[in-house]
């Protein structure tokens, strides 16, 4: 079992930085691929990125591609999602999730995922 816990939401206005972290316990998530999603109200919960459990690949959705930067620090444990040039757009709940299966090809699946964190809500405002 892995437990996941998010921290670092919260207001910011457009154009700002926030980071996220994902501090995990119960396994080393060295042995994880590991991904952000997010959900705005009434919608789904979107792929935002990934990182391969070796901490080499990683991939983004478009829509964040060139803002967010995706990092995991095996020693401490946890995942960091570094969110620059955050639009109103960005504004949803943040989720922490780790991924068993070494099958880096369904990374964007949500289904794929076993373990996930509570979230963490990102409010951009104008």
């Known amino acids: 079992q892995v437990q996941l816990v998010e921290s670092g939401g919260g207001l910011v206005q457009a154009g700002g930085s926030l980071r996220l972290s994902c501090a995990a316990s119960?396994?080393?998530?060295?042995?994880?691929?590991m991904g952000w999603f997010r959900q705005a109200p009434g919608k789904e919960r979107d792929f935002v990125a990934a990182?391969?459990?070796?901490?080499?690949?990683?991939d983004y959705a478009g829509s964040v591609k060139g803002r967010f930067g995706i990092s995991k620090d095996n020693a401490k444990n946890t995942v960091y999602l570094q969110m620059n040039s955050l639009k109103l757009e960005d504004t949803a709940v943040y989720y922490c999730?780790?991924?068993?299966?070494?099958?880096?090809?369904?990374?964007?699946?949500?289904?794929?995922?076993?373990?996930w964190g509570q979230g963490t809500q990102v409010t951009v405002f104008s």
């Open positions: 990182i391969s459990w070796s901490g080499g690949p990683t």
């Open positions: 999730a780790a991924k068993s299966s070494a099958n880096w090809g369904t990374r964007l699946d949500r289904g794929s995922y076993d373990y």
């Open positions: 119960g396994r080393a998530i060295s042995r994880y691929a």
